[in-house]
Each structure stands twice: as structure tokens, then as C-alpha cells.
């Protein structure tokens, strides 16, 4: 059974970096041929997903987040890590990491899952940005 965990800091300052990281357990991150994600949801909204990294190393990412988003890994410790850059109040939300088997689409230089066919999830983390 794969287990999914985030951890980080539950508040944040408007212009700091949010660093998150999934610790993951009953499975490598490295196991073919599985992504692993960062999805957020708003207060009051839905799903967004923020990007993936694949068992390969390989990044993809929201290009509505792209500048602002890094997602790495630590294969030593079966983690990893989201870093949110520049964060305002609007990126408070609940944060998880989640598995897919297959990896997102990809239309004109845009990377996107149409739907949320993750098989396992984080719990979830609530990330507050306030001074």
C-alpha cells in the first residue's frame, strides 16, 4: 500500500518561498512509470494542479505557475519537494501530493491533467500565506 505524507510549514509570509515535501512510503519514486504531483485546492475552489515529477527525474509544470513553481527530489529518502516562490495570500490553500500512472497531457506547450485519476493521495496540508 503506497502512502503518501506532506510536511512544511503551515504559515508563510506574502513574498516568501513556500517549500513543501511528500515523503513517500510502500513504493520508489523511482518506480516506472509513475508521476508524482502537486495539486492545491483554494478556499472555496477547485482542484489546480501545480506540476509533476516523473519516476525519470523528468519536471512538468502549470504554465500558469511555471515561473514561480520547483519541484525536485530526493531519491535517498523516497521525497519530494515543491518550492512556491513569491507567494502572495492567494496561494493559501490545501496542499497535497499525489500519484498518477499515466503522465499529464501535453497541447501546444502546455502541460495539464484533464482529470484528477490519481490513485493515491497525500492527506493534505493547509498552507496559510498572511503576514
Known amino acids: 500500500q503506497v502512502q503518501l505524507q506532506e510536511s512544511g510549514p503551515g504559515l508563510v509570509k506574502p513574498s516568501q518561498t513556500l517549500s513543501l515535501t511528500c515523503t513517500v512510503s510502500?513504493?520508489?519514486?523511482?518506480?516506472?512509470?509513475?508521476?508524482w504531483s502537486w495539486i492545491r485546492q483554494p478556499p472555496g475552489k477547485g482542484l489546480e494542479w501545480m506540476g509533476a515529477?516523473?519516476?525519470?527525474?523528468?519536471?512538468y509544470y502549470n504554465p500558469s505557475l511555471k515561473n514561480r513553481t520547483s519541484i525536485s527530489r530526493d531519491t535517498s529518502k523516497n521525497q519530494f519537494t515543491l518550492q512556491l516562490n513569491s507567494v502572495t495570500p492567494e496561494d493559501t490553500a490545501v496542499y497535497y501530493c499525489a500519484r498518477n500512472p499515466d503522465p499529464p497531457e501535453y497541447y501546444s506547450g502546455t502541460y495539464y491533467y484533464d482529470k484528477y485519476e490519481f490513485d493515491y493521495w497525500g492527506q493534505g496540508t493547509q498552507v496559510t500565506v498572511s503576514s
Open positions: 510502500g513504493g520508489s519514486i523511482q518506480t516506472h512509470f509513475y508521476y
Open positions: 515529477i516523473a519516476y525519470s527525474g523528468s519536471t
